[in-house]
Structures are given as C-alpha cells and as structure tokens.
C-alpha cells in the first residue's frame, strides 16, 4: 500500500503543473523515488538525485526561481528532514514556490524510539507556508483517492501563491514501509479526466490596500528592491533598483544618488536590503513615503512608512528639471566610480571583477550574484547589459546554498549561460554543491566565478571594519573573527567533484568567460583580489562625487516640502 500512497502524490504533483523533483536517497521514500524514476523515464518529469538534502534544496529553490514555477524536493524522514531548513528560509522571505515531500514514519511509532523518527511536522513550521500531513494507513478506504490528492492539491497552491503569498510548503508522507512496489507500475486509483488536477486553483484572496495617486509634477523617486514588480510603474519615473529587479526600459539610477537628493515623494516596491542609504532617504522627515504592496505578509521599514498602497496611481510626468538632475547626478557618480576603477591596483579587487564581469555578459545570459560584496559591486560599479536576467537569494542574504541553487538556474534554463559571481568564503560554504552522481545531468552551461579575497571582505566596508575597530587594539580579533582568512585550495576542491578549475587575473577574466561558454561543462574561474583596502577604495571614490559636485559638475535638488500624495 504505501507504493500506491506514493504514486498518488507524485501523480497528483504532476497534474498540479510541478515539472522538477529532487531526489535525496533514502530508505523511508524508496516508494516515492522508484515512482519518480519511473515517471521520469517516461519523460513525463525531470528528475535529478543529489545525496546532500541542503544542497538539494537549494538546487530545487535555484530551479524554482529561474522557473517561476514549484519545484520539489523528496527527502526520507528524520534529520533529512532538518536539513532543508537554510533554503526554506531563503524561499519563505524571497516568496519562492518551493515544495518539500518528506516521507515520514507512520504516526503511531513517534515517541516510540523508532530509529530515524522524529516529530518532522513541527521542524520547519516557523518558515513554511503550510504542513500537509497525508492519508497514513495499511489499508485503503474507498475516500483515500480523492482526500489525498486535494490535499496534494491545496499544498501545491498555497505554496505557488494562488491563495496569497508564494513560499514553501511541507506535504508529509507517512508511510508503513519504504519497500519497493511489487512490480513496476502500480496501479494507481485514477484522477481526474484529461490529466487535471484534482481541484482547479484559480484567483487570490490578498485583501486590497488602500489605493493612492501619486503627482509626478512633484519631485518622486521609486526605489525597487528584490521581488519589485514594476509593471504598473511609468517608465519615465526614474528609478533606483537593485540589480535583481527587471527595470524594462528605464533607467537604473546608481545607489548613491539617494544621497545627494531630496525628493518630495518615495515609492517603495519589493523589498530593498543592499543600500543603507535607502533607510536614511526614508526617514527623512520631509519626504513623504510609500509602499507599493502586493499583499505579502511584511512591511519593509515599516516604522519610515506612511501610505501602503496596493498599487499606486501614477498622474503626470516628471519635470524636464527633476529628470535631467537625477540623470547628471548618476553619470557623474558612475563617472567617478568608472576613473577610480581604472587605476591598476584598485581593479585587482572585488569591485573591478564586477565590473569586468558586467562588461562580459551577453544579451540572454543569466546572472547569480551571490550575498554580501558580489551584488553590492555588481550594483555600484557597472551597468547591467540589456537583456540580462539578474539572481541572487535575497530572501535572507545568506552565503549557504549559492553554488546548489546556481546548479538549479542552469538546470531549469539549458539554453542560457548562467555565470554565478560569488566570493570565496561563499563558495567554499556550499562547493558540495558542485557534487553530482555520474548518472545524472550535469550542467553544461554554468561558469562561477569566484572573487578570491581569502577572507571576509564585506566587513572591511561595515561598521567592523572602521580603523578604531579593525587597527590596534583590535587588529587581530579583527582578522580572526571577521576578515576569517582562509587557505581553501579552491582548484583542488573543483578537482575532487570533478569540475574543471582556472586561475585567472582581473585583466584576462573577460576572455576567460568567452572560452569556458564554450567549454561544454560547468567551470570555475577563480579570481585572486585584494581584500585590504576596500573601505579606503570607496572614500576615493566619494571624495571623487563630491569634489565634482561641488566644482558645479551637478546641481543638488532643492525639493524640501513633502507632498503629492492623496
């Protein structure tokens, strides 16, 4: 029986639209794996195996965000289970449909001792949208179809975002044994005709915010963070984004504009994180601001907001003035940005090979940036090319999974390059997820580029890094515990997973990513920089900014009353 319990959820999966699995070994869900493989040779499903559950977790989140569809991962019961936790997290803030089919011992044996058994219900209901525990049973009653699959179906839209907020979602498995079926091909009670779901999804219940009209004869600004949809923004309103937004036609204003303008009116979208300069815009009493929202279940800084706006209305144009401040503003900043990168030994960081990665990219590429300096660089040093899509795991920013859910973008789109920027201690956190079994597909289109500081060059930028902290007396805890110098032999781990390795220099990075698009196989491009210096390569940079503006490069804005909205 629990063959045909398994081959009923995985039906029921693929009749709700879900395409990729990610099989994690096991003994507990041997009957959901033999169905998959099944399903699987019948090209009906694409299957991957990976033995490490956190890594394959994230594989399936990096499949679901290059998608925009559900993606599963299949785990057995006990700490299998605990170890999704890092990309469920990930998925739960960034609103990521990712699914978690966790086979589990039968209820009636918790608490018993039994070996691999735990209460698996309870481990991740903080971070998921939903825990749909299954039908448990030895004998099937004449209800048990049907329950089943509505339930796979309900769990299924809760966590594509049919009934509010996409995220993850935990369909717990119970079953009485993990043998095999007795023949291959079990037959499984039938569901609906024409291979439709069990129940149809269809609409959202998100409960509409108040709307608002926003003048644009008035001094505005938007600025959009991961997840923005700006769809039903005008493209003449200018525009600071974060690099994982799709901005269209408009132009990215550099962060640092934000501080150098005062703007009578901000429009949030999506939730920006990278920048601190956008808290300090907010809270700047004579700026009035909103937050455009799609119905989430949080409210990015909340405390400097004051209308939320389900969608705002756009009425007007922005003044010639107001357009042509903020543009020279922007290319004098980038300007400025653009001669301090020039020079020899500020290239050799991680902020040049940014840049020349930017300069790299081609119409039609994918972009994994990874957490802490890669996409800060990426967003202050270059220009996005047009027709780039842009990655990264902003939901919580962290550094685990960035090497799996790359391997899961380059998956789920073959006909892409998907060049991943991470740093070192990024890399190394999660270079298991270069693994892969021989028998499964490896991605050939996939370049990681790893900017090699040999430590953990975003705290030389934070409030850490200032010279009272980081010189004497706290030089060395300094070292020890933030800038954490590492001797990981990066070429050797590539070695063991069988991936090719090249060392190359900032100078030649650009024609070593023309030669690995055609290398025909997944290869890491490490790039040795400079760590040191980095909190003194952007004072020259903002000295450089300011000495313009001061010399009449650019003009401030004199906005200072707030207003415009109603």
Known sequence: MPSVVAAIVVDELIRCGVEWFIYCPGSRNGPL??????RAAGGEIRLQVRLDERAAAFVALGIAKS?????????????????????????????????LVTANRPPEVLGTG?????????????????????????????????IVRAQVCRAVGLGAGRLGRPGPVQIDVPLASGQPPAAPGAVVPAGRADGAPWIRMTGRRDAPAATCEIDLALSTLVIAGDGADLSGVPVPVPCMAEPTVDVGARTRLHPWVLDYVRPHQVVVYGRPTLHRNVGRLL????????????????????PDIEILAAQPIYRGLPSTSWSDELRVLDATVR???????????????????ADTLLG??????????????????????????????VLSNRGVAGIDGNVSAAVGAALAAPDRTVIALLGDLTFAYDASGLQSGRLERRPDNLIIVVSNDAGGGIFELLEQGHPKYKDAPYGDT?????????????AHLCAAYGVAHRVTGVSSLSAAVADSRTAGATTVLEVPVARTGLRDLHAIARRGVDDALDSGAAALIPATTSGGVR
Do not use: C, K
């Open 335 to 353: 300007r400025q940005w653009a001669s301090v990168l020039d020079a020899a030994p500020h290239r050799a960081t991680g902020l040049g090979v």
């Open 360 to 389: 790299a990219l081609r119409p039609g590429d994918l972009l994994w940036l990874g957490a802490s300096n890669p996409i800060r660089d990426v967003s202050l040093t270059g220009v996005l090319p047009t027709g780039v899509r």
């Open 33 to 38: 794996g033999f169905e998959l493989a099944r």
């Open 114 to 146: 039994a070996s691999q058994t735990v209460e698996q219900g309870e481990l991740l209901t903080s971070q998921v949208r939903h825990v749909q525990r299954l039908w448990s049973g030895d004998v099937l009653r004449p209800d048990t179809n049907g």
């Open 283 to 302: 809270a700047r009493p004579e700026v009035t601001t909103v937050l455009a929202d799609a119905g989430g279940d949080w409210i990015y800084a909340a």
């Open 67 to 99: 998608t925009g569809r559900p993606a599963a991962v299949v785990t057995t019961s006990g700490t299998a289970v605990a170890n999704l936790l890092p990309a469920v997290t990930e998925a739960n803030y960034a609103g990521v449909p990712l699914l």
């Open 478 to 490: 300094f070292e020890r515990i933030y800038g954490t110098p590492q001797d990981v032999d990066i």
